[in-house]
């Protein structure tokens, strides 16, 4: 059983969900009332197991990340025993769980959602980096309806790169990733983002994914030829946009940058979601104390620069 208030500050409500490896829970700020979702990490599950890495590059990614349409996270503790992120409560839920109740969106509130979601992922790939698991299930939406980037586990920084300036990390969930991630080959992160960004406009709109089959080999045939149907309340703009993300080759692929100059994404679009933003403005509290009490918080953490991103190496360090 979690504590009811958490290290003096958190008062934990409902559980909202679990993994593997951890429990998200809804809380209340004892300090200014307001609630956030705080993810339960037990460091016992993750050491020394790839999950270690991804919570690095979890709060890494989101550490440099200030934007309307993307999770932020406010607080980093820790314990001897457990880990937690304290992050920006989505209290609309799962944007998938919206798009099941009604089957598939009409085409202007697809292209809303569509807006939100590539405003967000252009402000990522400007900040170097590029998400790898977009999907509806990690898409969450605010009280008001807005879409809201979350989950950057799979998430790649700049310094993650190769020599060759490419990515080499076959990851993602495959219905949603583009063919060259799985290759043998580097690929650029930004385009595989702008993959599935096709993908999930078509589920959007249609209410159920363009390529998909319980073979994955099968699916990535289909893939590879481009082998799908458009549904015929499909408008002849949209077939254009999808038949551009979805191209297998990433170099002739439309990039983030070319989809928001089309003329069928400007549509409509809330200029509010593209204000100037200054990732400076975040507040990042990071709690130290001393090693004697289990329930403290420990010195785990160390800020060294925006530039220079997070040490997150005494995280995972059960000996402090």
């Not at 989101?62 to 996270?73: A, E, S, T, Y």
């Not at 310094?159 to 799985?182: F, M, R, S, W």
């Not at 191209?247 to 994404?265: A, C």
Request: glycine share 8%.
């Amino acid at each position: 059983m979690e504590p009811r208030i958490l290290l003096g500050k958190y008062q934990l409500g409902r559980l909202l969900g679990r993994g593997g490896f951890a429990k998200v829970f809804l809380a209340q700020s004892l300090i200014d009332g307001t609630n956030v979702a705080i993810k339960v990490i037990n460091k016992s599950s993750i050491m020394n197991t790839t999950m270690e890495p991804r919570i690095i590059g979890e709060v890494s990614a989101m550490h440099r990340l200030n934007h309307p349409n993307i999770i932020r996270i406010h607080e980093v503790m820790a314990t001897k025993t457990k880990i937690h992120l304290v992050m920006e409560y989505a209290e609309g839920g799962e944007l998938f769980s919206k798009l099941s109740h009604h089957g598939r969106f009409s085409e202007p509130v697809a292209r809303r959602y569509f807006q939100q979601l590539v405003s967000a992922l252009h402000f990522c790939h400007t900040n170097g980096i590029t998400h790898r698991d977009i999907k509806p299930q990690n898409l969450l939406l605010d009280c008001q309806g807005n879409l809201k980037i979350s989950d950057f586990g799979l998430s790649a920084l700049p310094e993650q790169l190769n020599k060759d300036g490419l990515l080499h990390t076959a990851c993602g969930t495959p219905a949603y990733t583009a063919p060259e991630v799985i290759g043998f080959g580097g690929y650029d992160g930004t385009k595989s983002d702008a993959w599935s960004c096709g993908i999930i406009l078509f589920e959007f709109l249609a209410g159920y994914l363009p390529f998909d089959d319980s073979n994955i080999v099968v699916m990535y045939c289909k893939i590879y030829r481009r082998e799908f149907v458009y549904p015929s309340w499909f408008s002849e703009a949209v077939r254009s946009v999808i038949s551009r993300l979805l191209d297998p080759n990433p170099d002739t692929r439309m990039s983030i940058e070319e989809l928001m100059e089309v003329d069928w994404f400007k549509n409509s679009i809330d200029q509010t979601m593209l204000p100037r933003y200054d990732h400076q403005d975040c507040n990042y509290f990071i709690k130290y104390s001393s090693k004697a009490n289990a329930t403290q918080v420990m010195n785990a953490f160390d800020i060294i620069s925006m530039s220079s991103g997070l040490d997150l190496s005494a995280l995972f360090e059960g000996g402090n």
